[in-house]
């Protein structure tokens, strides 16, 4: 079974693409579906409103849209990554999943068996998202409604304490990695680089520093 | 109006979401599969299987409140579909600010015609990414393998150097307000709790589940932090 697991892998890796793609194409027409339904209902804002007020989205965002998907890839694995933008929320619940599932079997992130591992976390992440935002836009007035609401704004102060918890997971596994992380991070805020360039340019700063580091033998 | 929440919307949203539910089931069957084959028992697999569900509960119950707040903004079917399918509360809700604002308006007193804009832009800005995944996600690897010069150790380092950018420039944001604010609490608790989960629970007491446990004890650790201090 050993002898063969370079096959396997690479058999999973091909699947994984195939269907990724087909899927991507669908999800990518299916989104103008609703569009195309209320502008059957006369509901369209007319193509020249559409791009002006897209404008400073676009923007925004442009760089991250091209550097986004490609860093998060050696964490995300190829399944991940189809999966993650297909069904979003990223940070907040498909990076987490697929490091508790790594975690919980001790596997390490950019090897085959962590891609594997990680793809089972992140796509049961990904049913229980779904049920659970369906039942809050069905019944999400009178669940806020009966919830106290220490509650329903505590839960907006969750996010956080992951984005803490990811931090000291990783920063046990190599805290010198987590130390440069931290530091670029620091830098670009204090610099006041533009929100959109923060992400991108944290995780690419620090991956250039780190190579240095692991070059001269530093980080292990 | 009645558009924007009518059961034909539902229908032509549904379908978005149906897709995502379909690869999902397809991949998540594959990777199970696969890693039986890998050598991994049964029992590891449903253990990653439900340290990924748990995990998941949390910050979906976050999501579904702010798909309240969405759905008041853009219409149900939209709302709910924007924050199942892509997008996330945090990306979706900073760009209908943009456009409602480009268009001299807010949130909240939209028009008719002006939530469809919105909805035209946010299906934009989520396309813009999906052509990127589309087209060259087969060669991320390439451009990893490259960028490591083909040495896993560093690769296994390149995953470590992406995780933590993104969650320390999140968090350093926290820090940053002059006073530190019930975000900066919970991260620290966040923290804290996992240190104690992972060093204290899992290594030195041996308990085997801390590790499956830390996220969800971390999350609820600084949820409770926050109620308290709030």
Not at chain 2, 23 to 30: G, K, Q
Request: positive net charge; proline residues 3%.
């Amino acid at each position: 079974m050993i002898e063969n697991k370079a096959s396997v892998y690479d058999e999973f890796r091909s699947y994984i693409i195939k269907w990724g793609r087909l899927s991507m194409i669908l999800a990518m027409i299916l989104a103008f579906v609703p569009l195309a339904y209320l502008a059957s209902k006369g509901l369209f804002p007319g193509w020249s409103t559409i791009w002006d007020t897209f404008q400073p989205v676009f923007v925004s965002w442009f760089l991250l849209w091209i550097l986004e998907p490609l860093v998060y890839y050696p964490v995300l694995g190829m399944a991940g990554t189809y999966v993650s933008w297909l069904s979003g929320n990223i940070s907040n619940l498909r990076l987490p999943c697929a490091v508790v599932a790594q975690q919980t079997l001790q596997v390490e992130e950019g090897t085959e068996e962590g891609d594997v591992v990680a793809t089972i976390g992140l796509c049961a992440s990904v049913f229980v998202n779904l049920a659970i935002v369906a039942i809050f836009a069905v019944a999400g007035v009178q669940i806020v409604s009966v919830l106290p609401q220490s509650i329903t704004v505590g839960f907006n102060y969750m996010v956080p304490a992951i984005f803490g918890s990811m931090i000291v997971i990783f920063g046990l596994r190599n805290w010198k990695v987590a130390l440069v992380g931290i530091l670029v991070a620091i830098a670009l805020k204090v610099a006041a680089v533009p929100y959109a360039l923060e992400i991108a340019g944290t995780i690419l700063i620090t991956i250039v520093i780190v190579i240095f580091m692991y070059k001269k033998g530093w980080i292990k | 109006m009645e558009i924007l929440n009518s059961f034909e919307l539902f229908v032509a949203c549904s379908l978005s979401v149906l897709l995502v539910v379909f690869i999902t089931v397809l991949y998540l069957r594959r990777a199970m599969t696969t890693a039986i084959q890998m050598g991994f028992t049964k029992q590891q697999v449903s253990k990653a299987v439900r340290a990924g569900s748990i995990s998941a509960v949390g910050p979906s119950c976050a999501v579904g409140i702010g798909v309240v707040g969405l759905i008041a903004l853009i219409g149900g079917p939209y709302g709910w579909m924007r924050l199942s399918v892509v997008g996330s509360l945090q990306y979706e809700t900073i760009n209908a600010q943009m456009m409602a604002q480009k268009m001299g308006s807010t949130l909240g007193s939209l028009t008719a015609e002006q939530m469809t804009t919105i909805a035209w832009g946010l299906t934009l800005s989520v396309f813009v990414y999906q052509t990127n995944v589309l087209l060259f996600a087969p060669s991320y690897a390439k451009v990893m393998r490259k960028v490591s010069a083909g040495d896993p150790r560093l690769l296994g380092i390149l995953a470590i150097c992406a995780i933590i950018g993104v969650f320390s420039r999140g968090a350093v944001g926290y820090y940053f307000g002059g006073t530190i604010g019930l975000d900066g609490w919970s991260c620290l608790v966040g923290m804290i709790a996992s240190v104690i989960m992972i060093e204290i629970i899992g290594k030195r007491l041996k308990v085997g589940w801390a590790f499956e446990w830390t996220l969800p004890v971390a999350m609820i650790s600084g949820m409770i932090a926050a109620i308290i201090i709030m």
